[in-house]
């Protein structure tokens, strides 16, 4: 079954506007990624928080993960018509071990008009 | 280019065919997972290995088997194509502790008809 759930499923905005989207999951985890992924594309990772951080920035992307509520948030500032695709978060179980594995969410789809 | 190569992008396969989806990569990643797509339903994890010879079932394993002779390749194994894996299958790698996010392939589009 599916770790985490992204909240919206869609969102449409303005270009230049802000885009957030949420995670919620619901056991303990060792870090938390965010995908993309254009239409008919494979996913590419965007940024990876850890269990032991609270906020984590790269360039126009800011992240942030609240252990106690099991939830997490992907902030784009400045949106551009180019970051419309499907946001994905997915959780890590974290360990090197057989059993150790990541699970994604459905998607958030973000649509951005120019 | 480094990355990872799934052939082929695109197949039809008739119900109770067999086919073998192909991944490989070139980064030296120990681990390798298999997941499929569908409308709705996100990415659902089918198989995964964590090294050569290492392999465990993922949420949805049925009709599927998978093997890892080397670092390199981890193929999929449909046994026996039914239309309910009808769906666009992604194949994934990392090093084994996954801290830099998993690398994608392109997918692979499957119907079965």
């Known amino acids: 079954s599916q770790q985490g759930e992204e909240d919206p499923q869609a969102l449409s905005i303005q270009e230049g506007e802000n885009a957030t989207m949420n995670c919620s999951y619901k056991?303990?985890?060792?870090?938390l990624q965010w995908y993309r992924q254009n239409s008919g594309r494979g996913l590419v990772h965007l940024i990876l928080?850890?269990?032991?951080?609270r906020e984590k920035h790269s360039g126009r992307l800011r992240v942030t993960l609240d252990t106690s509520k099991k939830s997490s948030s992907l902030l784009i500032t400045a949106s551009r018509a180019a970051d419309t695709a499907s946001y994905f978060c997915a959780t890590d179980d974290g360990g090197t071990g057989a059993n150790s594995k990541l699970t994604f969410g459905k998607g958030i789809t973000l649509s951005v008009r120019p | 280019n480094a990355g990872v190569t799934q052939t082929p992008k695109f197949q039809v396969l008739k119900t109770g065919q067999s086919m073998t989806l192909q991944c490989a990569q070139d980064?030296?990643?120990?681990?390798m997972s298999w997941y499929r797509q569908d409308p709705g339903m996100g990415l659902r994890l089918i198989h995964y290995?964590?090294?050569?010879?290492?392999?465990d079932q993922g949420e949805v394993p049925n009709g599927y088997n998978v093997s890892r002779s080397t670092t390199e390749d981890f193929p999929l194994r449909l046994l026996s194509a039914a239309p309910s894996q009808t769906s666009v299958y992604f194949c994934a790698s990392s090093y084994r502790d996954r801290a830099g996010g998993y690398t994608f392939g392109s997918g692979t589009r499957l119907t079965v008809v």
């Open positions: 980064m030296n990643h120990e681990y």
């Open positions: 056991t303990s985890i060792n870090n």
């Open positions: 928080i850890r269990s032991n951080e």
């Open positions: 290995s964590v090294g050569a010879g290492i392999t």
